[in-house]
């Protein structure tokens, strides 16, 4: 029988979300998901690139979910002209809502959803949480695939009996420990994410098994369903683990994370690209706007024309004034800085793992 719950994942053009999609792709081809991907219009071509490599991998076309559709402009355009011009910010991200959560949230309608959502293990964010009752996220990459709402409410001292009669139908083989945690109330000296990870580390299957019996007793949308495969999941999957899932399925690591040497004032350095998303996304660091004029010049000159009425995708500095070649060296010096206090962080090959000050950008967006 059909089941009545709608599995999705959404892919946005980064390495996350591609990784993820081949990981479900391969590991749970039982469960019945859509894979589905909102187009800005204004992306690069890696990013479409990716979209086509994943369609050939599935061997079927995802879902395209495209914000004002009937309209004669990209999405971009046709919303920042009913803005009147206003460009996003981090203040005001109506890119990320306009474009990104308003069209999927239409396309599911009020169908109980399941949402699977590419943060990795080495991650410490939540991610977008949907604001609907209908759509529950779930993070197979995590040791914790559960969204924070569902383990505090799970967790409560209201719920340790029945939590620990949940447990007593696992078949764990720590059961006398897990019953010590279990009974042990949540206080300011013993708290949500202790308890959560002491229970984890000793069972993760058993937690899932036991959260997935206090789910049948909510109105969550697997509540709906008579089992979860993800309930035996134990998979930790880290950004090691990304690369090699998009390298080995022959998708491929989309091109502008491949890092590309220059030369500033006699020292050598190394830029790319740190995030999916659209060409001119206010996110970006100022290094990565040098990135974009000097190898997507039209792309540059293109986010350059939206800076207007006194509007611009930096608070403190246009873009003109960004590429004069002395504020470039600047830029530039300041990365080869940034790398060289970062190089014994990480060993990956990729210069966004190599920055561990990366700014927080829409999550919606850039996974």
């Known amino acids: 029988m059909k089941s009545k719950v709608r599995h999705v994942l959404g892919i946005s053009g980064g390495k996350d979300s591609a990784a993820l999609a081949i990981y479900m792709f391969e590991n749970y081809p039982e469960l019945p998901i859509e894979y589905y991907t909102c187009d800005t219009g204004k992306e690069l071509e890696a990013t479409y690139q990716l979209i086509k490599n994943l369609e050939i991998y599935f061997g079927k076309s995802l879902t395209l979910l495209e914000a004002a559709a009937k309209s004669h402009e990209d999405p971009f355009d046709h919303f920042l002209q009913l803005y009147g011009g206003y460009l996003p910010s981090s203040a005001s991200r109506w890119c990320t809502r306009k474009l990104k959560l308003e069209p999927f949230e239409k396309w599911v309608g009020n169908d109980p ?148 040497t220059f030369e500033v004032n006699g020292k050598k350095g190394t830029y790319a690209r740190s995030r999916s998303g659209c060409y001119f996304c206010f996110f970006q660091q100022k290094i990565e706007w040098v990135w974009l004029y000097e190898q997507h010049p039209d792309k540059f000159r293109m986010a350059m024309e939206y800076e207007k009425d006194g509007y611009t995708w930096m608070q403190d500095e246009r873009l003109e004034d960004l590429i004069q070649p002395e504020r470039m060296d600047q830029i530039k010096e300041e990365q080869i800085r940034r790398i060289e206090r970062a190089k014994n962080n990480t060993k990956s090959p990729y210069l966004v793992d190599k920055l561990n000050d990366e700014v927080e950008g829409c999550i919606s967006c850039f996974l």
Do not use: C, M
């Open 113 to 260: 959803v399941v949402s699977y959502v590419g943060i990795r293990g080495d991650e410490d964010r939540e991610g977008y949480i949907s604001k609907k009752p209908n759509i529950q996220s779930i993070f197979p990459f995590r040791k914790n695939i559960w969204s924070e709402d569902v383990v505090s409410k799970l967790l409560k001292n209201d719920h340790i009996r029945k939590v620990a009669n949940w447990y007593q139908q696992t078949d764990t083989q720590h059961l006398e420990r897990i019953l010590e945690i279990v009974e042990e109330p949540l206080s300011s000296k013993f708290v949500q994410t202790e308890k959560l990870n002491a229970l984890l580390n000793l069972d993760t299957p058993a937690f899932n098994q036991v959260a997935f019996a206090f789910l049948k007793t909510t109105n969550y949308p697997l509540s709906a369903e008579a089992n979860f495969p993800l309930v035996d999941n134990d998979d930790v999957l880290k950004k090691d683990d990304i690369y090699d899932i998009l390298k080995r399925s022959g998708v491929g690591v989309p091109q502008y994370y491949e890092e590309i």
